[in-house]
């Protein structure tokens, strides 16, 4: 027997303005409230709602056999409850099937983890009551930003209670093993650990509406036919990707939505197939062994490594000098302060200054507001020294008080 765990990734960060060095000491308003607005409608039209629609109606037609799991990032759901509340009430009516899984991650899709663990913890929570309060609903399994993990992460995350955890399956880490089995991370006895099956994944993700690929066109039949060769030789096959995948990566036009209407009924011709959601995998299967992530791998660009967030010295400059104001921002006691720092500490701001060559760059650079990483390195450190003269003068009072 082999199942299907489609994992979806709903994010969208709240974007900055082109905040000017004559701004600085001004605190005008960082973020494009305009721009954010119009790519949340956008998104909500092209993927969120017909996306949602074509998996309720697969779950109602299967009598529940088709399942999924989302990860919904809190800076998402904000914009999504404030501009397109229909997409928070389709959600829902997924969720309230019992065929959808909700895991929790950094409410702000930060790499919290590398710099704060203190903070990294605290936005996790802020993350589990946010899902809690939506959807009332706990989640069981952590996914980390970007699928950012290693060894000491699934220590960390085990510690706080998960039973499951998502990660890349990087050849390198995998040798010769294979992404298609539970494994359990490196000298834990608890959590378990699913590893995304990338080659699948980006077949759908990326190669599907590209016809120079050798696989062009990718059908419904065709894919099922490479899930069903797993039978034998793997357990869960996990199909992780961002759900703008649907509608907005992939359009319409070519035939995405079709595609994932067609697929479970041809996974399911094969006896054996079914889907699963993570929580589910890791309850029905044993880990087959134990893997070492020592060092901290991602489900980026063809490396899997950190470098599309700290490849340069613009963003290693950037992201140290957010978190090193820290202890300041939190001497506030300012909520609304606190609340501004995490959004820019948002891990797609230093992507945006991220000079290498991607493998896969149309599709990451998709909302790109910037013509230019310096243009976005320069308008992301006048907003950093206009923040940092808020952020001192109010832990100052505070402290002073």
Not at 39 to 55: E, G, L, Q, T
Not at 76 to 96: C, G, H, M, N, W
Not at 151 to 166: T, W
Not at 192 to 205: F, G, P
């Amino acid at each position: 027997m082999v199942s299907v765990c489609f994992y979806f990734q709903v994010h969208q960060p709240i974007r900055l303005g082109k905040y000017s060095v004559f701004e600085i000491g001004h605190h005008n308003n960082y973020f494009d409230d305009h721009k954010n607005e119009a790519i949340i409608r956008k998104v909500a039209r092209k993927c969120y709602i017909p996306a949602n629609n074509a998996v309720l109606e697969l779950i109602n037609k299967s009598d529940g056999r088709f399942k999924v799991a989302y990860s919904m990032t809190g800076i998402a759901l904000e914009q999504l409850e404030k501009y397109t509340p229909e997409v928070i009430d389709s959600f829902r009516k997924l969720v309230d099937t019992g065929c959808v899984e909700i895991l929790d991650e950094t409410y702000h899709h930060t790499l919290s983890f590398l710099y704060s663990k203190e903070e990294f913890k605290e936005q996790v929570e802020l993350h589990n009551r946010k899902i809690r309060q939506m959807f009332n609903y706990k989640p069981t399994v952590f996914r980390n930003t970007e699928l950012v993990y290693n060894n000491e992460l699934a220590s960390f995350v085990e510690k706080m209670g998960y039973k499951g955890i998502l990660a890349e399956g990087a050849d390198h880490i995998l040798q010769w093993r294979s992404p298609n089995f539970v494994y359990r991370p490196k000298g834990l006895s608890k959590i378990k650990l699913l590893l995304k099956n990338y080659r699948l994944s980006d077949d759908i993700a990326f190669r599907f509406s590209e016809k120079r690929w050798e696989e062009f066109p990718l059908t419904a039949p065709k894919f099922a036919r490479w899930i069903s060769k797993v039978n034998g030789n793997g357990n869960v096959v996990n199909l992780f990707m961002d759900y703008e995948t649907f509608g907005e990566h992939q359009w319409e036009d070519k035939g995405i939505f079709e595609f994932l209407r067609h697929l479970p009924w041809e996974i399911f011709k094969h006896r054996d197939n079914d889907f699963v959601t993570p929580s589910e995998a890791i309850k029905r299967h044993d880990a087959v062994a134990e893997l070492d992530f020592h060092h901290y791998v991602s489900w980026a660009d063809i490396e899997r490594d950190l470098s599309a967030w700290l490849g340069n010295k613009m963003q290693q400059e950037a992201i140290r000098e957010i978190y090193l104001l820290e202890t300041a921002v939190k001497l506030s006691r300012n909520p609304a302060l606190i609340d501004e720092w995490r959004k820019l500490q948002t891990s797609d701001h230093f992507y945006y200054m991220c000079t290498k060559w991607f493998n896969d760059g149309d599709v990451h650079k998709y909302f790109n507001p910037y013509d230019s990483p310096y243009e976005a390195f320069i308008a992301y450190m006048n907003i950093l020294n206009d923040f940092r003269i808020k952020a001192n003068k109010l832990s100052e009072v505070n402290v002073i008080d």
